[in-house]
């Protein structure tokens, strides 16, 4: 059964909300290569989020209106490789964010029609970026999402498919805080928010937003033949997600007591299941002409009963409804009721199952490794596990709900740097091939790596002694560390070691230990 609730709406409720502090953002124009305020709200650049990618500038924004959309950054594809590039944006732990992308193609690609690709939010495919529909129609593109940080920092990113063949490319990113009151019957630990549809009801004009949204969320207009004027006499204010009170001056009605239908949201969905929310205010000045009671369906099934509204208002919402393609709201006169129904407002989020995170620790380390190479590859940021189909390069991950690093494989990679001593923290490993680049400095003890089998770092130039901790690892079988520069002695245990497979040669000043005495 879905699972619905009704919230109504108190005028008490009213001056606490009114106090909230303005959330925090964080909001980044792609491409930029200076801040700017526009219309009230500060832009910076992507320089310092953003680590891979080519700023351009679009030379067919014409006549937009939005600053933000006359740049873009663009992630060139190579080698057809699906790789993910990452905006990585400090946020704060347990919090609820809005995130949304903005995209506005300008033919950065050289070709008439936009890419199309995925787009992630840590570990999980979030959609997929088609703006083909609006782009002929000279519009930008914007998709929206409500996720939990589960840590420190949040990544954002576009990834390359096997959609289309060209680049991948961002105009804007905004990640605003929000209230702790908002969309919380959510299970933000498994689930996150897509947003499918938010709509004025009965509302003509350009898109609602900030200052009238404090979370500046977009309330797009829709209105038909029966809308309510713009006098209307509203009280509510106090939504527990905190509708701007402007989508209350208009809404839809039936004029008489009679049924109102229409279809909501205004294209078909896909099977899946859905977070819905409607809303609802009566005028104050029509309370002496009588009640408005409704019930609602959605496809003919009964979504709510009996909805009395008031000038308090009411929002009436279902955290988890199934829906495929089109779906008609219907609003029904109750018996009780005196007045034709209305409506003001809705939001509709498609729930995505988030895919879970690689383990911290495992994280932490190689992003230690990255810092320690001069020249890490350009899809090492975000989540290096998750989804699997975009992990990092040359990171392997272990399945099931506890994932771990089990091998790393950057051989050839014309690496340069240091492999730094977190790699040791890498404790699931059984396999580092670093073979054939230009790193230095010493071998990290890998003692901790009980699991490890091989060792690849061969062609490369280290210097330093061998661990003598390496004889002592059970599992290890292979270890090649020939043409480095290498020195002191081969400790005695690794040549005693059965089964080991070790390859020391081109260290010109590596030597035997003494024969025993």
């Keep these: 059964m879905p699972h619905l609730r009704l919230l109504l709406l108190l005028s008490l409720l009213s001056s606490s909300l009114s106090q909230l502090s303005s959330p925090s953002a964080v909001l980044i124009d792609c491409g930029a290569f200076a801040p700017s305020v526009i219309d009230g709200r500060r832009w910076l650049p992507d320089e310092g989020f953003v680590f891979a990618g080519t700023p351009k500038n679009i030379t067919a924004a014409g006549n937009l209106l939005d600053r933000t959309l006359t740049t873009v950054r663009s992630?060139?594809?190579?080698?057809?490789?699906?790789?993910?590039?990452?905006?990585?944006?400090?946020v704060s732990r347990g919090w609820k964010y809005m995130i949304r992308t903005t995209y506005f193609y300008g033919e950065v690609n050289g070709v008439n029609s936009p890419p199309v690709f995925d787009q992630i939010v840590d570990g999980t495919v979030w959609s997929v970026v088609n703006t083909t529909a609006d782009y002929a129609d000279g519009l930008a593109s914007y998709y929206e999402g409500v996720f939990v940080a589960q840590g420190k920092s949040m990544s954002v990113c576009v990834a390359g498919n096997s959609y289309t063949t060209s680049d991948p490319f961002i105009s804007a990113?905004?990640?605003?805080?929000?209230?702790?009151s908002l969309y919380n019957s959510t299970d933000f630990t498994g689930f996150g928010l897509r947003l499918v549809a938010r709509h004025a009801f009965g509302y003509s004009g350009s898109l609602i937003r900030s200052p009238d949204d404090q979370f500046d969320r977009f309330w797009e207009p829709y209105a038909f033949n029966s809308t309510i004027p713009n006098n209307r006499k509203v009280q509510a204010s106090g939504f527990w997600n905190l509708p701007p009170p402007r989508i209350f001056n208009t809404g839809l009605?039936?004029?008489?007591?009679?049924?109102?239908?229409?279809?909501?949201?205004?294209?078909?969905?896909?099977?899946?299941t859905y977070y819905i929310a409607l809303y609802f205010a009566h005028d104050s000045d029509s309370l002496a002409e009588g009640s408005r009671i409704i019930d609602i369906t959605l496809n003919g099934i009964t979504y709510y009963r009996s909805l009395n509204v008031t000038p308090a208002g009411a929002v009436v919402f279902s955290t988890r409804w199934p829906l495929d393609g089109?779906?008609?709201?219907?609003?029904?006169?109750?018996?009780?009721?005196?007045?034709?129904?209305?409506?003001?407002?809705?939001?509709?989020?498609?729930?995505?199952?988030?895919?879970?995170?690689?383990?911290?620790?495992?994280?932490?380390?190689?992003?230690?490794?990255?810092?320690?190479?001069?020249?890490?590859?350009?899809?090492?940021?975000?989540?290096?596990?998750?989804?699997?189909?975009?992990?990092?390069?040359?990171?392997?991950c272990s399945e099931g709900s506890r994932i771990r690093v089990?091998?790393?494989?950057?051989?050839n990679m014309g690496l340069s740097g240091s492999l730094a001593p977190e790699v040791a923290n890498l404790t699931a490993l059984s396999a580092i091939w670093l073979g054939n680049n230009s790193l230095s400095g010493p071998v990290p003890d890998l003692?901790?790596?009980?699991?490890?089998?091989?060792?690849?770092?061969?062609?490369?130039?280290?210097?330093?002694?061998i661990p003598p901790s390496f004889g002592e690892m059970q599992n290890l079988r292979e270890l090649f560390l020939q043409n480095n520069n290498l020195t002191g002695q081969i400790p005695s245990n690794l040549l005693k070691k059965p089964g080991l497979d070790l390859r020391t040669s081109g260290n010109p000043l590596l030597a035997l230990p003494p024969p025993p005495s």
């Excluded at 990113?173 to 702790?180: K, Q, S, T």
């Excluded at 089990?406 to 051989?411: E, F, R």
Aim: glycine content about 8%; some cysteine; aromatic content about 8%.
């Design 75 to 90: 992630f060139p594809l190579t080698g057809g490789l699906r790789r993910k590039f990452c905006y990585v944006v400090g």
């Design 173 to 180: 990113l905004e990640i605003v805080r929000l209230d702790g």
């Design 253 to 272: 009605k039936s004029t008489q007591l009679q049924p109102l239908k229409f279809i909501w949201p205004p294209t078909a969905l896909p099977k899946s």
């Design 326 to 396: 089109t779906t008609m709201l219907t609003l029904n006169p109750s018996r009780e009721s005196t007045l034709g129904p209305l409506i003001n407002g809705g939001e509709m989020f498609e729930l995505i199952p988030l895919e879970g995170k690689a383990l911290v620790r495992d994280a932490t380390s190689l992003n230690a490794i990255k810092n320690s190479l001069q020249n890490p590859p350009v899809d090492w940021n975000g989540d290096p596990c998750l989804p699997r189909q975009y992990s990092w390069t040359g990171v392997t």
């Design 406 to 411: 089990v091998s790393l494989n950057l051989t």
């Design 447 to 465: 003692s901790s790596l009980k699991l490890l089998e091989s060792l690849h770092l061969e062609n490369n130039r280290f210097t330093g002694n």
